[in-house]
């Protein structure tokens, strides 16, 4: 659609082109359409993926993530001392979510991996272009280009040279005037739709769910991913100092964004998995906070409980082989870590809501020269519960929100341990 200079920020010919190459329907109503905000350096692997035969296409792509995830485990592994095929059985859940939706957040996840594992070892350039890399993922991987940027100078002309290379491509992909479009008219549609998603983890989402109107909760959501942005920057540096583990760079602002913001989902937890298993390793301090955080982030607990058991379970399962300490404090946290989530899946599809009947979409919403996300809000409004009846939201969110939360404690309890060496030292040269 892109090659053929299509507008793919709008209904049509995107919801042409989904019914084209799509075998499923997502609902009775045919003119539901799932928008793509994604700039337009993002769209061109897709472009180039859509000139292939669709069986060969739907067999390439998620080869493609699958790939990604063992680089990002092979990353993984060669900064930590833990098992290759456990990491791969760490990232299990969120694979299979992302396989079965087909999104990208496994690109960015390996981009990050390389990132720290890049950098770790002073090879600055693959540092750079591996964070760009991240950029699938805009929001999130931004930040980690961020911190490259500020705190390590010698990524910083790679970084830019990607920079206008991404921006080049965009404009070749779309020209100037779409660009302009996806900034101004895209980006603020799909927060605006996104609100009534389901499978969001953002503030924005549970200020909605609090009867916080649209607009205002979209505001609260930025607030709040600016300053977690630039929380988890500064805290980077300062524990990368602290350890001696320039990989936490990258690796801790990807986190630190998922808690709150406008735009988080299930899929994205991923990318806050590096950065818990190489705390689980590094940290001198809170170790076992971190063994408790790894799963509950890995686990993905608001998909429906009929989904597969045995992947919930997996990155609980995986600790002992991590670890390899079968009976050590850290697999009781990941065991107490399993109990909250199970209680959590339990209750949260006790409460459950009956499926409601989807209501009609406003016609108007759905004209085709209109931008993409105002079909999508629409399908979403249609099927989405009044908020005053989704208690199992927030009951199903709490052992990720956990997880993340943990993660920035222990990182910052580095920062404490520091502190006390340095008081240390100072009482014995004074002495």
């Not at 605006?192 to 499978?199: K, N």
């Not at 790894?294 to 399962?317: E, H, K, M, S, T």
Request: proline share 7%.
């Amino acid at each position: 659609m892109v090659l053929d200079g299509a507008d793919p920020y709008r209904t049509e010919p995107l919801r042409t082109c989904e019914r084209e190459r799509s075998d499923s329907k997502r609902s009775e109503n045919g003119d539901a359409v799932e928008p793509a905000p994604l700039p337009g350096y993002a769209l061109a692997p897709f472009a180039l993926l859509s000139k292939l035969p669709r069986k060969v296409e739907h067999a390439v792509f998620p080869a493609l993530l699958l790939g990604a995830v063992i680089l990002a485990c092979v990353a993984i592994a060669k900064l930590t001392t833990f098992s290759f095929p456990a990491l791969l059985v760490v990232f299990a859940p969120t694979t299979f979510l992302n396989i079965l939706y087909g999104e990208n957040t496994l690109f960015a996840v390996a981009g990050i991996a390389l990132a720290g594992l890049a950098v770790s070892r002073r090879q600055y350039v693959l540092a750079a272009v591996a964070a760009s890399c991240s950029m699938v993922q805009p929001h999130i991987g931004l930040v980690s280009c961020l911190a490259l940027f500020l705190w390590v100078p010698r990524t910083r002309r790679s970084l830019l040279l990607c920079g206008v290379l991404a921006a080049a491509l965009s404009v070749a992909m779309l020209g100037v005037e779409r660009n302009i479009e996806y900034f101004r008219l895209a980006l603020p549609g799909q927060a605006l739709s996104e609100v009534y998603a389901d499978d969001q983890y953002s503030l924005t989402r549970m200020l909605f769910l609090l009867g916080v109107s649209p607009a205002l909760a979209i505001q609260l959501g930025s607030v709040s991913y600016v300053v977690m942005a630039i929380f988890g920057v500064w805290l980077a540096k300062r524990v990368s100092d602290t350890l001696n583990a320039p990989e936490f760079i990258p690796l801790l602002p990807a986190a630190a964004v998922l808690l709150g913001g406008t735009f988080v989902h299930d899929v994205q937890m991923s990318l806050a998995i590096p950065c818990a298993v190489v705390l689980a390793c590094r940290a001198r301090t809170h170790k076992w906070l971190a063994w408790f955080a790894l799963p509950l982030v890995a686990g993905l607990f608001d998909q429906p409980i009929w989904r597969p058991w045995l992947l919930r379970l997996a990155p609980f399962a995986a600790v002992p082989f991590l670890t390899k300490e079968r009976w050590s404090r850290h697999l009781s946290a990941s065991g107490a870590a399993a109990a909250i989530a199970i209680c959590a899946l339990f209750v949260g599809s006790a409460l459950r809501q009956p499926i409601a009947a989807p209501i009609p979409m406003p016609a108007d919403l759905l004209d085709g020269r209109r931008i993409a996300s105002d079909a999508w809000g629409a399908y979403l409004r249609s099927q989405d519960p009044p908020p005053s009846k989704s208690p199992e939201e927030w009951i199903q969110r709490v052992p990720t929100w956990l997880g993340l939360i943990c993660i920035l404690v222990v990182a910052a309890g580095q920062l404490k341990e520091r502190r006390g060496a340095d008081r240390e030292l100072e009482e014995f040269t004074l002495a």
